[in-house]
């Protein structure tokens, strides 16, 4: 059933494979039946329905109306290599006719699992790193924290329990992630939260909460991690969990020196460092692992997205052979999920870090990661105060005053609308928190296709800042 929906430059016909009642149904039906995570339910009244994409081929996706967008940010910043890579799919569906699933639990593994478990052990930064498998990034965090407080209780110092987090930190929906997430909203309405999460300011350079210039400053950021835990107690401290680069809370990479002091920190009071690679981890920053930028060993590390590039879903933690010799000797590790190393999962990361490495795709996260923030900065607007960012996590900070760097009143709604309009004109462009715009697509970019998603970026914040006046 194709239908002509509109003539788009003059040569490209949209299609919809979907007819116009088959499109209204679905709506319909999304709203009677479907609970969706984290999306304003009165912004889809107005929209008059859900936006349903229906497919996908490198960059770009489809929607059920037969329009194509760039995503800017690759799924939930996981898409690394692109839609529609049929080695992936072979490999997934391959091993789904051969053994579809089999558990890690009581003493079982499959082949592929020890395979991909090699594999990150080899790569993470981690010293003498032994892998635990996940379903995604809220359980590799709270089997991180969960490793964390095991660790010090196995150990002979079970009030070593305390975790520091930082604020604009998103760690995920788990009830431990939860309470180590800390953005406006996720909260609300869930407490009693889970007991020993603190949480200290994080660095922005851009915004410094101790009002210092990078370069003068003595990392007061860095500072406020070692106030924290003499606050709490270094003998109640049991890590210290951060984003190598903030990601939700706005795509916020921290200034060079404050890894290498916070490692420092930590290992003067004995808290573990728990690197949250989520994002970051497999490439996006054009690194391997976010931390690797700034040279620094954590002892827990939390990945998830980017180890299959959402083909299908995969987490995992990787922690010390510190950690893992005191589990050893206990003898159990009384924790895991039904998915742990799903064979599948295996299978799609083997061939998703396969295409990683045969097309270069880290170094080109970091080559297209620059050339797209230079292209930003050059755009001629008034409201684009930083244009920020590491590889291909980068995010565009909008203010009311260049100058000043004042920010637009929350009211405003300013980068929700221009990711509005970036829907109108051809973008999936997401609004993180504080007015800026997430632009973090897959990592499989080209030049041209970075050329369409700037103007057509510089379009829809022109529009909203002439609406705005
Ligand atoms: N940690 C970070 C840094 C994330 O960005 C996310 C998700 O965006 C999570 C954890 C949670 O991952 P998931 O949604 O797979 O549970």
Known sequence: MLRLVELFNEEVIIVSIYSEEQILQMKEDDFSYHLHPTSSIPDMEAWGGPRIISEGEGVRVKSVEGKTYIDCGAGLWLNNVGTGRKEIVEAASKQMEKLHYFQSFNGYTHPL??????????????????????????????????????????????????????????????????????????????????PG????????????????????????????????????????????????????????????????????????????????????????TGKNFGIENWGVKPDLMMLAKGITSGYIPMGAVALTGKIYEPIKKHGIFMHGYTYTGHPVACAAALANLEIVEKENLVENARIKGEILRQKVRALDLPCIGEVRGIGMINGVQLVKNRETREKFAPSVGFAKRVSFLGWENGLILRPLIDDALQLSPSLIISETEIDELVEKLETSIKQAWEEYL
């Open 197 to 284: 999460f603190h949480h200290t300011d994080h660095p922005h350079c851009y915004f410094c909460a101790w009002g210092k210039e990078e370069g003068s400053c003595d990392y007061e950021c860095a500072k406020a991690v070692e106030e924290k835990i003499l606050e709490i107690g270094p003998e109640k401290v049991a890590g210290f969990s951060a984003e190598p680069v903030i990601g939700t809370g706005g795509a916020i990479v921290p200034p060079n020196g404050y890894y290498p002091r916070v490692r420092e920190i930590c290992n003067k009071y004995d808290v573990l460092l728990i690197a949250d690679e989520v994002i970051c981890g497999f490439g996006r």
């Open 113 to 194: 699992a020890i395979e991909v478990a090699k594999k990150f052990a080899k790569m993470v930064p981690v010293e003498n790193a032994r892998i635990f498998f996940t379903s995604g990034g809220s359980e590799s965090n709270d089997s991180a924290y969960k490793l964390a407080r095991l660790y010090f209780n196995l150990t002979g110092r079970p009030e070593k329990n305390q975790i520091i987090c930082r604020t604009k930190a998103y760690h995920g929906v788990a009830y431990g992630a939860t309470s180590a997430t800390s953005l406006p909203g996720f909260w609300d309405g869930f407490r009693p939260l889970v």
